[in-house]
């Protein structure tokens, strides 16, 4: 069972407030025996947070002994360093940049606003507040807005709960209330199970990683090992705390939520796939590329572009020849990806792609009937797939057709892949991590090359579980178990 926990520097500071059994002071908290549970959820409110003062210690101790705190080591030292200020003018979202912009008019260069446990003083500016607290949780915030051209922020305070005037005193105590509630679950009249998986899935996304049929099987399988499964959605960051792991089933981007759910989860101590390292290595291809060069990982012979001038794309013409393929790094499911006949139109995919991205990727064509699919797991072939090209075109799937966008499929035992074909995968996968990995490749006779490496492959009922079934989810599943095994033995060693 969870708990919460507020430490306060001196019991006088929470005077103002209703008297609670979960308030205890710092000296108290130094002396707290260890707990039977590890779900210990600190809200650290003592009055400084410098380099080795109460509250920095507070913090420092909390993550010692396992539990989570907020704010955290790293949030101070960011707070302090001012790395959290690029939070700049086009993250003011539109309903704040017109407030603010009237302020502006009003030749106010300076605005002040509270931020309580993401929940803004001024109506206006509870967008960012939210962005704010996401980025750098913190009970209480203060902001200092200035305007040089445009919004910035000027500054990010972390403000003691004691300095509080009597009307932020209540916001501060409802946006509490309101916090705690969110955070901690009502026990659920069921059998209680060993592990909690957060599953993170996006309801709206056309294309996602996992269709429902495979995530209810994600569920049974989960059930079956003791692991209790909720859906959580992009607004529920602040429930991580509460889990042992983070199952990322939302397609993944360097800027995007999903990446800050990563971290968060990481950061908390749990098990969680796709960690952030996969993601920042698999979401960019001029990075696999690169990786995959030297380390003599066979792939389509590759280019980077990063100029129109007419010398840079001769060059690439006549190193690669045509047809060749021009695509963007952080592309997926076949978008951002031009198939280029000749010169002319090199020129045209090069200057509309280069509007997206200020480097591309210019590789050799290589048709083939299908594509290799090898999901690798902790550097263990999983399953394997061949993904057919849809119907008249050179690509997996087709944008254009809304009728039948994609190829067929045919799914194959990985013994019966030839050895060539998974040992690449392997390579190439273990050249990224230990994580869940699907591994594209293409074979033209003896020739097998790597297309590229994801970080969040598709899992579909009836297709990858097509020849394991409900083994591959078990699998996924008993890799879970064994990290957050992992993650509490190193926490009691220490």
């Not at 001024?122 to 507040?129: D, G, Q, T």
């Not at 006549?318 to 592309?331: Q, R, S």
Request: one cysteine or more; charged letters at 25%; glycine letters at 6%.
């Amino acid at each position: 069972m969870s708990r919460l926990l507020i430490v306060v520097e001196s019991a006088q500071d929470w005077a103002p407030y209703f008297p609670s059994e979960q308030v205890i002071t710092f000296d108290d908290y130094l002396q707290l025996p260890p707990a039977k549970t590890n779900r210990t959820r600190v809200i650290n409110l003592c009055r400084k947070f410098s380099y080795l003062s109460k509250g920095y210690y507070c913090s420092l101790l909390a993550e010692a002994r396992g539990h989570s705190v907020i704010p955290s080591v790293k949030t101070l030292n960011d707070l302090r360093n001012h790395s959290s200020f690029s939070v700049i003018a086009e993250q003011l979202h539109s309903q704040a940049d017109k407030f603010l912009t009237k302020l502006a008019n009003r030749e106010t260069s300076t605005f002040e606003f509270w931020v309580f446990f993401g929940e803004s003083s001024v109506p206006e500016l509870k967008k960012l507040a939210r962005e704010l607290f996401e980025q750098q949780p913190c009970p209480i915030l203060k902001v200092e807005l200035n305007w040089r051209g445009g919004w910035r922020i000027n500054s990010l305070k972390v403000a003691p709960v004691h300095t509080l005037t009597e009307p932020e005193q209540e916001a501060f105590a409802n946006a509490l209330d309101r916090f705690s509630a969110q955070l901690w679950r009502k026990p659920k009249a069921q059998k209680v199970s060993r592990y909690e998986m957060a599953i993170l899935v996006n309801p709206d996304e056309k294309l996602p990683p996992s269709d429902d049929k495979a995530l209810k099987k994600f569920v049974k399988a989960g059930n079956r090992q003791g692991i209790n499964v909720d859906f959580i959605g992009r607004k529920d960051i602040r429930k991580l705390p509460e889990y042992d792991m983070l199952f990322i089933r939302e397609t993944t981007n360097i800027d995007h939520h999903t990446f800050q759910f990563a971290c968060r989860a990481e950061a908390e101590g749990l098990a969680v796939i796709d960690d952030p390292q996969s993601i920042i290595r698999c979401t960019n291809k001029v990075y696999l590329a690169d990786l995959f060069n030297a380390r003599k990982v066979d792939t389509p012979t590759t280019r980077l572009i990063s100029t129109r001038s007419k010398a840079a794309l001769d060059k690439v013409a006549a190193e690669l020849g045509f047809p060749m393929i021009v695509k963007i790094p952080d592309g997926s499911f076949s978008r951002g990806m031009v198939k280029v006949e000749d010169r002319e139109g090199l020129d045209r995919a090069v200057t509309e792609l280069l509007k997206q991205s200020a480097l591309l990727l210019a590789q050799e064509f290589m048709y083939t009937d299908y594509d290799w699919r090898v999901g690798v797991l902790n550097g263990k072939p999983l399953y394997a797939c061949k993904y057919y090209m849809a119907g008249g075109h050179w690509q997996i799937y087709d944008h254009n057709n809304t009728v039948d966008p994609s190829g067929g499929y045919q799914t194959m035992p990985t013994y019966e892949v030839p050895r060539k074909v998974i040992d690449t995968a392997i390579k190439a996968a273990g050249l990224i991590g230990k994580g869940l990995y699907g591994v594209d490749l293409k074979q033209s006779g003896k020739r097998v090359v790597v297309i590229e490496v994801n970080d969040n492959p598709s899992i579909d009922a009836g297709v990858e579980d097509e020849f394991i079934g409900d083994e591959l989810y078990n699998l996924i599943m008993q890799e879970f178990i064994n990290r957050v095994q992992t993650i509490r033995r190193l926490r009691e060693a220490l």
